[in-house]
């Protein structure tokens, strides 16, 4: 009977350690929006740099998000 009763406990004492699969259906808003990539306008070999630029900046701020949500759903962290 001891036994029975020690082995309950430790069947109980082991569930509670079970961590269930981290609910992923739902993302922040900010993850899921990238930034818009710029337009170009035409004009001078200056507009164009700040064109690449920018459009480097558009990559950037994608790729993070990217990256983020990446993390969560293979690591399960932020």
């Known amino acids: 009977m001891t ?3 020690l082995l ?3 069947a ?3 569930s509670g350690c079970h961590a269930g699969k981290p609910n992923m259906s ?6 899921l929006t990238c ?4 337009r170009w306008k ?3 070999q200056r507009d164009v740099a700040g064109f ?4 480097g900046d558009a990559h950037a701020d994608c790729a993070g998000k990217l990256g983020e949500v990446r ?4 690591g399960g962290k932020r």
């Open 3 to 5: 036994r029975l009763v």
């Open 8 to 10: 309950v406990l430790i």
């Open 12 to 14: 109980a004492s082991l």
């Open 26 to 31: 739902g993302f922040p808003d900010s993850l």
């Open 35 to 38: 930034s818009g990539a710029p």
């Open 42 to 44: 035409g004009g001078t």
């Open 52 to 55: 690449v630029e920018d459009l």
């Open 71 to 74: 993390g969560i759903v293979r």
